[in-house]
């Protein structure tokens, strides 16, 4: 099982970023997709999911509104779009295959700053 994410970097508050999960060795369009995050310091955050067909799609309070999560099962890939950042959206972000983040990829590291 192979996940890895791409499309962090710095940027400003307000602004937007997209991130990608790329994933392989499993059944993609057969599992529930998560998105993970861990501020400096901090622990693990669920930030959001989605299910098989796209048709259930939830967030963390934190970022609802913001965030909307997609895939395509086509491509194996899973992807966050991210607008209105703030300071306190810094962290480093792993797409997961359960909720706790216990199967997710090395992530990708989003700094929110001036």
């Known amino acids: 099982v192979q996940l890895v994410e791409s499309g962090g970097g710095l940027v400003q508050p307000g602004g937007s970023l997209r991130l990608s999960c790329a994933t392989s060795g499993f059944t993609f369009n057969h599992y529930w997709m998560y998105w993970v995050r861990q501020a400096p310091g901090k622990g693990l955050e669920w930030v959001a999911e989605?299910?098989?067909?796209?048709?259930?799609?939830r967030y963390a309070d934190s970022v609802k509104g913001r965030f909307t999560v997609s895939r395509d099962n086509a491509k194996n890939t899973l992807y966050l779009e991210m607008s209105n950042l703030t300071p306190e959206d810094t962290a480093l972000y792993y797409c997961?295959?359960?909720?706790?983040?216990?199967?997710r990829g090395q992530g990708t590291l989003v700094t929110v700053s001036l």
């Open positions: 989605i299910n098989v067909g796209s048709t259930s799609r």
């Open positions: 997961a295959r359960d909720s706790k983040g216990t199967l």
